[in-house]
């Protein structure tokens, strides 16, 4: 269910926001009581969530739920319900560093192959002097109970949550409380480029709204992931097509 206030593009419920009242968002939500998550859907995840329930109601049950591909702003835009702004997650995730450094809230880094996390943290705190990492932990592990409570003895705020899509989108639903953080985001691959492992689209892809088309060439692995791409553009103009219809 899409709650109410939010762009619902094929039954996923966007914030629209720009960056800088994301990032205040971001900023509420890691100093208020209790568990929040942070989702950042792209046109592929749509598609996952039209296919997967389960799926569907972690990222709907999100407090912030940001749109991450220029695909979605496209669809947005053709069903007559424009977003205000792309916001890539792994930009909004950088974002909040300093607001955490100046607050001197910590960070846990979770996900990616092992030695990833703890190379983020590194280049992370070169990078944003005074950044405090509570603790990271690879992504391939069996059972969550020993890691949420690391998380929870570490004392973190704020966790990235890096397992790729919807994995961790249900794992911030059914552990978030569990982790003792107040805020967790789940930003994909985006550790594996804090980590140096693997480059962003260079800026001229981005502006062109080509990353999808860059990520493609890089891991050509992806082209069955990205058959979702088309497909969201045609649901998307099929939608519009029955709301002209009413
Ligand atoms: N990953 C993980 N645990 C898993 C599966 C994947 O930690 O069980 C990691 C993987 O190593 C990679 C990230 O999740 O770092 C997924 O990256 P991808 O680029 O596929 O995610 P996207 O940004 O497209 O959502």
């Not at 720009?18 to 208020?32: I, K, V, Y």
């Not at 389960?54 to 835009?77: C, E, K, M, S, W």
């Not at 607050?103 to 092992?114: E, F, N, Q, R």
């Amino acid at each position: 269910m899409v709650k109410q206030g939010r762009i619902d593009v094929l039954g996923v419920g966007f914030d629209n926001l720009t960056m800088a009242e994301a990032l205040a968002e971001g900023a509420r939500l890691m100093s208020e009581a209790g568990a929040h998550y942070v989702v950042t859907p792209n046109p592929e995840i749509v598609e996952v969530c039209r296919e997967n329930p389960d799926a569907g109601r972690a990222v709907n049950g999100a407090d912030l739920v940001i749109a991450d591909g220029v695909g979605v702003i496209y669809g947005a835009r053709l069903l007559g319900t424009p977003l205000k702004q792309r916001l890539p997650g792994i930009e909004f995730a950088e974002g909040l560093l300093p607001e955490m450094v100046q607050t001197g809230k910590s960070l846990y880094l979770l996900g990616a192959k092992p030695g990833i996390a703890e190379q983020a943290a590194e280049n992370l705190c070169r990078k944003y002097p005074g950044l405090r990492i509570a603790g990271t932990h690879d992504g391939y592990f069996q059972e969550d109970g020993p890691v949420t409570e690391a998380i929870r003895a570490s004392g973190a705020d704020v966790v990235f949550v890096c397992f790729g899509a919807p994995k961790q989108e249900l794992w911030m639903e059914k552990n978030g409380a569990a982790t003792g953080a107040h805020l967790l985001l789940g930003i994909g691959g985006s550790l594996d480029v804090f980590a140096g492992v693997v480059r962003r689209a260079p800026a001229v892809f981005s502006k062109l709204g080509l990353e999808w088309f860059y990520r493609l060439l890089k891991q050509p692995s992806r082209i069955g992931r990205m058959a979702r791409l088309p497909l969201f553009l045609v649901h998307a103009a099929l939608a519009r097509g029955s709301k002209k219809g009413r």
